[in-house]
T-cell receptor, first 111, second 110 residues
Framework: DSGVTQTPKHLITATGQRVTLRCSPR?????VYWYQQSLDQGLQFLIQ???????AKGNILERFSAQQFPDLHSELNLSSLELGDSALYFC??????????FGEGSRLTVL | GQNIDQPTEMTATEGAIVQINCTYQ??????LFWYQQHAGEAPTFLSY????GLEEKGRFSSFLSRSKGYSYLLLKELQMKDSASYLC???????????FGKGTTLSVSS
């Protein structure tokens, strides 16, 4: 158990819909990272937050957004969903500069 | 752009030694990480190199050559449970996210 909690574990929805994925980092970790993993692309970095502020952006689509709240939990919002958004979404946390600890992931299926 | 290359698949037998290579071309470098990921599960940390040389941790060792943009993960005394994907990742700057390669799927047979 990495100490990073993600909900929901599984989510099935339709094209055009919007979903929110939630992540609680390990106690004491101020950095939260979101990654998308699909079969053909591997782990793609989406966005990083540090202590409530956006720190870095990767390959995040404009239809996706995220935020980190004062209690350090983070949410990833995915809107206008397309079939290609079906993937495993991982959240990870770290002390700044350290190794990343990953949650179990949220598996999103868009039908 | 950033480029991290690993072989897609490798096979080996129980008790053997396998070396998984990773080459990288990135605009910055602040360390190289190896993670293990079993199918459908979260990646778990294996090793970290920031200086040239070999880091050993039990059956697993990792090597880094910064001048060559090259790393390898060495797994000894392979066990069936080592069947997994092995992900090479580069941190380009301190305090930033890891950029991952596509991973190497290792299959260990008896």
């Amino acid at each position: 158990d990495s100490g990073v909690t993600q909900t929901p574990k599984h989510l099935i929805t339709a094209t055009g819909q919007r979903v929110t994925l939630r992540c609680s980092p390990r106690s004491g970790d101020l950095s939260v990272y979101w990654y998308q993993q699909s079969l053909d692309q591997g782990l793609q970095f989406l966005i990083q937050y540090y202590n409530g502020e956006e720190r870095a952006k990767g390959n995040i689509l404009e239809r996706f957004s995220a935020q980190q709240f004062p209690d350090l939990h983070s949410e990833l919002n995915l809107s206008s969903l397309e079939l290609g958004d079906s993937a495993l979404y991982f959240c990870a946390s770290s002390v700044l500069g350290g190794e990343l600890f990953f949650g179990e992931g949220s598996r999103l299926t868009v039908l | 752009g950033q480029n991290i290359d690993q072989p897609t698949e490798m096979t080996a037998t129980e008790g053997a030694i396998v070396q998984i290579n990773c080459t990288y071309q990135t605009s910055g470098f602040n360390g190289l990480f190896w993670y293990q990921q079993h199918a459908g599960e979260a990646p778990t940390f294996l090793s970290y190199n920031v200086l040239d040389g070999l880091e050993e941790k039990g059956r697993f060792s990792s090597f880094l050559s910064r001048s060559k943009g090259y790393s390898y993960l060495l797994l000894k005394e392979l066990q069936m449970k080592d069947s997994a994907s092995y992900l090479c990742a580069v941190k380009m700057e301190a305090g930033t996210a890891l950029i991952f390669g596509k991973g190497t799927t290792l299959s260990v047979s008896s």
